[in-house]
């Protein structure tokens, strides 16, 4: 990390110890706010990484995935990288500039979807078409390393085939396995947030989020359209060695509150705040509008 360490004022949270430290950027001379908590002790890992603007995030988003693509690599020979939608992939962009579209070894990237909607993959509302512009193809990925949905088949079809793709490579290794499920350990899965708290396409009170068994599952009932999905379960996303979560703006505060603050079982829980990996690190990256819910925040404008 290209930064320097001003001031670090260490509070006690709920019981999470956050260190918020002042960080100067020598590059851009600019002070970013960062917020980074850790449970004490516990079994959860999870961080929060609050920005001051969304170049600064975007920045450290980037690096957050050079580092664990680096170490990826070292350590397996490969990195499985899951990507959503919306506005994480616009987040993304630093990796096409340098010195990240240099550097990552990108021939050892395999990419999948946490989610996808159910369209063809040259439609507007396709999460392969959107990274495939905006990322995919800026960067010196391998075409056959890109594993996106058959857009030709049933919502259903789709996940089962989806699944089956995933399983043999899982069996090559490609994909690692968790050692307390049999499921999939993906290197990373980047997830976004609707203001709703939902996270891949785990929507509120779906039953797709009860969903046990399966590893990819189908939805035709999407609160926002399109309806027809396909969506990692829980029970994939809680398996990986990172998760990341990222939310940004007004409209997600609430939902981020809801995530991250221990606040009972009289407020709605939200799918964001059971995204938690078992024994992976879960970070969240967040500006200041979407952190400015938080309990005892420092970060309310
Ligand atoms: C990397 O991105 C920079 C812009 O930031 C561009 O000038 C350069 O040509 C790119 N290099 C490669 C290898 O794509
Ligand atoms: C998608 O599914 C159809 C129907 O099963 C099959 O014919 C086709 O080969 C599949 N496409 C890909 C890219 O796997
Ligand atoms: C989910 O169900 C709970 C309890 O039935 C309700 O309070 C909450 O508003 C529902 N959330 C959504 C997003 O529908």
Not at 68 to 89: N, W
Not at 197 to 217: M, Q, R, Y
Not at 256 to 266: I, K, N, Q, R, T
Request: charged share 25%; net charge negative; aromatic share 6%.
């Amino acid at each position: 990390m290209h930064v320097e360490a001003r001031k670090i004022t260490i509070i006690i949270h709920f019981g999470f110890i956050a260190v918020l430290s002042s960080i100067k950027t020598p590059s851009a001379n600019a002070v970013e706010l960062v917020g980074s908590m850790a449970l004490s002790g516990g079994h959860k890992d999870r961080e929060l990484r609050v920005h001051e603007s969304l170049d600064e995030l975007s920045t450290d988003l980037a690096d957050y995935i050079a580092e664990l693509s680096e170490a990826s690599v070292k350590e397996r020979g490969v990195f499985a990288i899951a990507l959503s939608g919306g506005s994480l992939i616009g987040l993304m962009g630093k990796l096409c500039e340098a010195p990240y579209n240099k550097t990552v070894d990108w021939a050892k990237w395999y990419i999948f979807w946490a989610d996808e909607r159910v369209v063809a993959k040259n439609h507007a509302d396709s999460n392969y078409k959107l990274a495939k512009d905006r990322l995919l193809s800026k960067v010196p990925i391998i075409p056959s390393h890109v594993h996106s949905i058959n857009d030709t088949v049933s919502a259903e079809e789709a996940a089962d085939d989806y699944e089956f793709v995933i399983r043999q490579l899982v069996k090559s290794r490609v994909i690692s396995v968790s050692d307390i499920s049999d499921c999939p350990k993906f290197d990373l899965i980047l997830l976004g947030m609707g203001p709703d708290g939902h996270v891949a396409s785990l929507f509120p009170n779906h039953s797709a989020l009860e969903e046990k068994d399966e590893w990819v599952t189908f939805i035709t009932d999407s609160p926002k359209p399109p309806p027809e999905r396909i969506t990692f379960t829980l029970p994939v996303i809680n398996s990986a060695s990172n998760v990341a979560i990222v939310a940004t703006g007004d409209s997600k505060a609430e939902a981020v509150h809801l995530a991250v603050d221990d606040v009972g079982s009289d407020s709605p829980s939200v799918p964001a705040g059971v995204a938690q990996p078992l024994k992976g690190k879960l970070v969240w990256f967040l500006d200041k509008a979407a952190a400015s819910k938080l309990e005892g925040s420092q970060f309310s404008a």
